[in-house]
């Protein structure tokens, strides 16, 4: 299975591929924005992006992703605010991560939106 982190911070990324590695995910993709994550995005079965990135924001890239793919999207957001968590629901998000992050709960977001 193969994962595409979306985030502009390289540490943020660095912390989210080694959470997945020690779920077992070794197949990843990495990308600084929403316009790398659509370029990128060809063959991956789930997805973890942020909101605010340069050049193209996480919610763009959700918007223009769902018009042509149905994969699980999750959120990694700094805001667990309600509204901004509804507004990337409606655009297509399946599900969200408030940051900072435990392993355990990443890993939990691929069990559950994986078997559904
Ligand atoms: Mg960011």
């Excluded at 985030?7 to 990843?28: C, F, P, Y």
């Excluded at 959120?75 to 355990?104: C, H, I, R």
Aim: neutral net charge; charged residues 30%; without cysteine.
């Amino acid at each position: 299975m193969k994962v595409l982190v979306v985030d502009d911070s390289a540490v943020m990324r660095k912390i989210l591929v080694k959470a997945l590695n020690e779920g077992g995910h070794t197949e990843i993709v990495e990308a600084g924005n929403g316009q790398e994550a659509l370029e990128r995005s060809g063959d991956v079965d789930i997805i973890f992006t942020d909101w605010n990135m340069p050049v193209m924001d996480g919610l763009t890239f959700v918007k223009e992703f769902r018009k042509s793919s149905k994969i699980p999207i999750v959120m990694v957001t700094t805001e667990g605010g309600q509204k901004e968590v509804l507004e990337a629901m409606k655009s297509g998000v399946n599900d969200y991560v408030v940051k900072p992050f435990k392993p355990t709960v990443v890993l939990g977001k691929i069990e559950s939106l994986i078997k559904k």
